[in-house]
């Protein structure tokens, strides 16, 4: 008689609905709150809270293109098609919690978070401004820092799993 395995796929799909719902409402109380090009220091010369509209992609790569109804449209096929990727993954790993799902969850909720705001007003709202030093990191969003943080611990994983036919 074998055991079953509980599914762990709704608690990682719901680790996605969490970081897309915190995602959009902070979005949108920047949106309400500060105007455009302002700013709000939370910890003086490191870290201010702004309002920016980024029309390209990671890093405002191609943001100055002349053709942005095209970048954007590329941006959201690309974005689209690499959430689809990560959710067919997540979908057949879903029965454990491991790094590597979750950092699955994280990618997915962070790409759909930022294809949102593409495809419904055309660029993607960055808030979060990083000052280290003379070094200005370029704005960026939570689903930005979901997609980070997510690519961070599939590298972890990737390095710190044993595999098991070199031991």
Do not use: Q
């Amino acid at each position: 008689m074998s055991t079953l395995t509980p599914r762990r796929l709704p608690w990682l799909l719901l680790i996605s609905a969490v970081v897309i719902f915190l995602d959009r409402l902070t979005k949108t109380w920047v949106a309400l709150h500060i105007p455009m090009g302002g700013a709000i220091p939370v910890v003086p010369h490191f870290l201010r809270i702004t309002h920016w509209l980024n029309d390209g992609a990671a890093f405002s790569l191609f943001a100055d293109s002349a053709s942005p109804h095209t970048v954007r449209w590329v941006l959201i096929g690309f974005s689209v098609i690499a959430a689809l990727a990560v959710l067919t993954f997540l979908v057949r790993l879903g029965d454990r919690f491991t790094p590597t799902t979750v950092a699955l969850a994280l990618v997915f909720a962070g790409a759909l978070g930022n294809v949102h705001d593409r495809i419904a007003y055309g660029s993607v709202v960055d808030f979060i401004e990083v000052h280290i030093f003379a070094y200005h990191w370029p704005d960026f969003n939570l689903a930005d820092s979901a997609i980070v943080t997510g690519a961070c611990l599939l590298l972890l994983d990737a390095l710190l799993t044993k595999n098991p036919k070199t031991e």
